[in-house]
């Protein structure tokens, strides 16, 4: 390992084409622990200070520090910034107020006027924001099974701007062949996007096989403590990140710089956090499968998922995310029961949480859609924390005999 982590200046950003984080060399944990960050020049401050300003005084007419208006620049955003671009591997990292905010930006950066191929079984905000949202401003979305890579090329137009992408997938954890997609947009010019929220930069690397975008609700897995509501978008084109850039200083969805300093304060422990959620979440998958009150579990990590291989191809561990059906009054009877895991909406935080996807985070998705993806009232979503494994179990047990 190098002795010398990832430090790097937090260079001024000039709102249009900002500041350039290079991808250091060193492991994935020191990486999440100093990549983005250096030392404060003014006191030696270890720690990343909280720029908690609108704004910065200019020494005349012309002649300032590089840091205009917080809308633009702010150093403590540019630092988790840096430090989640380096985790994923890109040049450039833009983060949002929200996963939405950034999904939401991106449209706007590539597909204006145009179409949008998606995954069909997303974050259910998210295909409520493609098939209710951006009609409104003539952008057309078609949704498929993106198992099915031949389905994704068919879907495609002319004018298909964009490739949308969630694997693995919320709530049913398939996957889809980041590569094989790749080259689909390749062919027709489009960019390909790539939500990693579930599975982490530490689990998979969606830039490396070939998308041109990743994003990541922060609000999870990177952030990880369910006290920050957040987003960013990790590329490598720089003019790309330039015209990303560009429509978020305009529009202004920027996360403020308290959550920016949250988000980084998570993401140094990223690599600790997500060792115990992926033992967590193959504990519960192995217990649920052997559980008599359980049909089906899904989850990536294994053996009887149906695309494990591939899983085991694109990841290098499977999280805390997974998802079993049961009957659907031992789903309410489960969800209501558990002491450890919270009742609630979100994911990949310390905490254990369960939710019944139907009725909760996909009841925006139209029933006759949800039933056909499988999306049913018996289907409950896990996501294990990073408490001991044996009470997480033994919680689950007690809620469905209770
Ligand atoms: C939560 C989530 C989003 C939306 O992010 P917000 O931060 O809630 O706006 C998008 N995609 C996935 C996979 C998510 O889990």
Redesign the pocket.
Known sequence: MSQQPASRDVKPAEGRGASRAKVSRSHFATRCVHAGQSPEPVTGAITTPLFQTSTYVQQGLGRHTGYEYARLQNPTREATEANIADLEAGNHGIAFA??????ECLVKAVAAGGHIVSEEN??G??TRMFTQVLDRLGIGVTLVDCRNVAAVREAMRPETGLIHL?TPS?PLMRITDIGAVARVARDHDAVLCV?N??ASPYNQQPLAMGADVV??????YLNGHSDV???ILVLDDDALADEIRFVRKSTGPIPGPMDSWLTLRGTRTLHVRMERHNENGMRIAEFLEAHPMVRTVHYPGLASHPQHQLAATQMTGFSGMLSAEVEESDAKRLAEGTRIFRLAE???GVESMICVPSVMTHASVPEDARLRMGITGGLVRLSAGIEDWRDLVEDLDRGLRR
């Open positions: 929200s996963g939405m905010a950034a999904i997303t974050y905000g998210t969630e919320n939500d929220t579930f994003v990541h609700s922060t609000t999870k509501l957040g987003g979100s994911l990949g």
